[in-house]
């Protein structure tokens, strides 16, 4: 159940009129209000892959940056115990200095907020405020930009796990305004992994696979196949991650995941790139630049037509794997002097014509990979090609091209990007392990290989 949804689920209880028995309601009124509203919940959030998509961003916060601190192009993932290991910034377009503040709320290994006092897992106050904040200054666009470092040592995480941060208005956590995935890591657990060529012809051939194996002499297990549950990401993309993995091979405390058909990855080629961080002077992916009115942006970008690559032939280049850089070439303090673009992305196929019976998105870290309007592409028959103006803050963007049939299937690059095996992907090996006495997994290990 989402907590975060506790007036909600207090109305329910009221409306329901529970009976109160030794100070106490009825245990199956409450069970049953419970799942009543689990399921309210759930109907409410679309699956990709699997799991809950993230709720859609408040439509006036803008240039979401939530990593590492001191690395942007890293996924935000600490160690238990640690604190100020991760960066959030954000900007507000309503330009009004406000009231706004954190909390994490646990889930377990497939994302699904637990049912457990944030008391259990926040060694601390469990809300805290985001008291930096800086008026926008030089930028043509007005906004108000927010800044954090977290976790304080006034609010630490004591559980290792899945965490969403909530960022919410006015102390109320029903103002919603987003919420982004982290990853607490207690390393128990040892991984050693190495991505291989698969075995076979095409398409297999164009696949990745990847080799992996555990060692679990730390953990106190009486069912492994069941405490145990292993998660693999490419490219920190949780809408193609492969789970429910069984060893192929158990010796002693080491497990092998090995087997010919499991933890096979489509490659894709690197992914595409915007180089935004000047409106002034134009990068190789500009076409143009036109000045605006500054609302909602100072300039109308438009980008050169990307095409299909799936039959192209495959350019190694470094990449940023799918994350991005807010930066600037004109000012120093980017943060709040950044200015902000209205940017045309067009895409042709192949043939000109539309996919049949699917949508084409774009997709990267600054959308979160959330297949939606606000990254879905129109087709322009009169021009034969796809397009999408984003808002977006100077930077250096990493994208992708995606269809889908439906919101829930996963995106597929197959059409838009094509595969080359030798192409550089990151993969980041998850191991959960969940303990009789806790109410969720915790994760115990999280490794991140290369495939070059």
């Known amino acids: 159940m989402n907590l975060l949804n ?17 100070h106490r309601p ?17 109907r409410a959030q679309v699956w990709v892959g699997g799991y809950p998509a993230l709720r859609a ?26 604190t100020e290991g991760l960066e959030l910034s954000f900007d507000d377009f309503d330009a009004n200095l406000k009231n706004y503040s954190y909390t994490y709320i646990r889930c377990d290994q497939n994302w699904q907020p637990v049912l457990q006092s944030a008391f259990d897992y926040i060694q601390g106050f469990t809300e805290v405020r985001i008291r930096e904040a800086k008026f ?93 549950q292993v998660v693999v990401l490419q490219n920190y993309r949780w809408d193609n991650a492969v789970r429910g993995l069984q060893p192929a091979f158990m010796k002693g405390p080491t497990y092998e ?17 915007a180089d935004l961080k000047s409106f002034r002077f134009q990068s190789d992916r500009v076409a143009g630049v036109t000045v605006s009115d500054g609302r909602p942006a100072g300039y109308d970008v438009i980008l050169k037509t990307d095409m299909a690559r799936n039959e192209s032939q495959y350019m ?9 850089q807010i930066a600037s070439t ?28 699917r949508d084409l998105y774009v997709l990267g870290q600054f959308n979160q990979y959330r297949k939606d309007d606000n990254s879905r592409l129109v087709y322009n028959p009169a021009k034969a090609l796809y397009e999408k103006t984003l808002l977006l803050k100077q930077g250096y963007y990493s994208y992708l091209y995606g269809t889908a049939k439906n919101l829930e299937e996963p995106a597929d690059t197959d059409l838009t990007e094509g595969n080359y095996w030798e192409t550089e992907n990151k993969y980041t090996v998850l191991v959960y392990y969940q303990s009789y006495t806790d109410r969720a997994p915790a994760l115990v290990a999280c490794t991140t290989v290369s495939s070059r």
């Open 316 to 324: 190694p280049y470094v990449d940023y794997d799918g994350f991005l």
């Open 26 to 42: 009825s245990i199956q009124l409450l069970l049953a209000v419970v799942l009543l509203f689990m399921g309210l919940n759930a």
């Open 330 to 357: 004109e000012n120093i303090q980017v943060s709040y002097q950044g200015d902000y673009g209205l940017v045309r992305f067009s895409y042709k196929t192949a043939t000109g014509q539309p996919y049949a019976g």
């Open 6 to 22: 506790n007036k909600l689920f207090i109305t329910i209880l009221k409306t329901n009129h529970l009976k109160w028995v030794g």
């Open 257 to 273: 995941y090995n087997s010919e058909r499991d933890l096979l990855f489509a490659a894709g080629k690197e992914y595409r790139w």
């Open 57 to 82: 961003d408040d439509p006036d916060i803008h240039g979401i940056i939530f990593s590492r601190s001191g690395s942007p192009l890293e996924y935000p993932i600490i160690d238990l115990g640690s």
């Open 136 to 228: 926008s200054s030089i930028s043509k666009t007005p906004y108000v930009h927010y800044q954090a470092t977290l976790p304080t040592s006034q609010s630490k995480i004591k559980k290792s796990g899945n965490y969403l941060l909530k960022v919410f208005l006015d102390g109320d956590s029903s103002k919603l305004v987003f919420e982004r995935k982290m990853l607490v890591v207690d390393p128990l657990v040892t991984v050693a992994a190495r991505v291989v060529r698969p075995t076979g012809r095409s398409p297999l051939g164009d696949r990745q696979k990847l080799n992996l194996s555990i060692n679990v002499n730390r953990l106190h297990l009486q069912n492994p196949r069941d405490q145990i």
